[in-house]
């Protein structure tokens, strides 16, 4: 919960929970690398009895056996965003390979169709953050034949992290104009170093997702242009088909949320309710 990209869940699935008339239990195990202490938050949610849940998962696969768990005790079990593996009724994800063609066609413009370009491409074990990287790296093949992939690093969602990656790149490549990265946080670490060595203007760098920081980066020329998801109409729709399989109402099995390309010309236009929670909400 102290991501953007969390908060922005969040607000959807409280805002549109209260609309159902129903309780909200929230849980936040701490990160990508804290599968046990979301294993412990499932259980406990199991033995306090909560009628439905909506799982973000740390580890698709290590929380595989608690979500069959909860299943097995009819607790109907939805996957938000980050789904996991097991037995759910519902998942609700975005259209991840559309988010990194998004990105693949914005750099291949930017770089005029030719140079070298590496990829950041997220949370290893994440699903999203692989359909998000195929999509890009399979767009750039089709499409720009005339940029090569040079390095590629899968990491944490963590802005030091992508920095001390990316300041390692900018030496050992320094004919790079390109860089893909999964999240707004790993760009802005790629900023961040891009800007420590004095190469602001030379390296675009795409993004995926729409945090405040994002906004500002976008604004300031140093992402070329960001692939945004619906994040709080991800949280809307978690909960509804949860609440739908706890009344016993039809429930989509998959609900896949649409995706835009963002720059900083279009900016002006787009409606960002579906997008991201309101300036100042709190989970």
């Not at 890009?136 to 089709?142: E, G, N, P, Y």
Request: charged residues 20%; positive net charge; hydrophobic residues 40%.
């Amino acid at each position: 919960m102290s991501e953007s990209f969390w908060i922005s869940i969040a607000y959807g699935v409280q805002d549109e929970a209260k609309k159902l008339g129903v309780k909200v239990v929230t849980a936040n195990a701490g990160g990508d690398d804290k599968a046990n202490q979301q294993i412990s938050q499932i259980q406990d949610l199991m033995q306090r009895g909560v009628k439905g849940m909506i799982v973000g998962a740390t580890n698709a696969d290590a929380i595989k056996s608690v979500v069959d768990q909860a299943a097995a005790q009819n607790i109907p079990v939805v996957g938000a965003s980050s789904v996991p593996k097991g037995k759910l009724v519902s998942q609700v994800f975005t259209d991840n390979p559309t988010m990194g063609q998004m990105q693949a066609e914005c750099l291949g413009k930017a770089m005029n169709g030719k140079g070298e370009v590496g990829v950041l491409g997220g949370p290893p074990a994440q699903t999203w953050a692989d359909a998000r990287a195929k999509g890009f790296t399979d767009t750039l093949k089709s499409k720009f034949p005339g940029i090569k992939v040079v390095t590629t690093s899968r990491l944490a969602d963590n802005r030091n992290a992508a920095l001390t990656t990316v300041e390692g790149w900018l030496q050992r490549f320094p004919a790079m104009t390109g860089i893909y990265s999964a999240t707004d946080d790993i760009g802005s670490g790629a900023v961040d170093a891009i800007q420590a060595a004095h190469k602001a203007g030379q390296v675009n760098v795409s993004s995926s997702n729409f945090s405040p920081a994002a906004e500002q980066l976008l604004k300031s020329g140093a992402f070329t242009c960001v692939s945004v998801q619906e994040i709080v109409e991800q949280g809307r729709q978690a909960v509804t088909q949860a609440v739908n399989a706890i009344r016993k109402k039809p429930v989509e099995a998959t609900v896949v949320t649409p995706v835009i390309s963002l720059t900083k010309s279009n900016f002006a236009g787009v409606d960002f309710g579906p997008i991201r929670a309101p300036e100042g909400y709190k989970p």
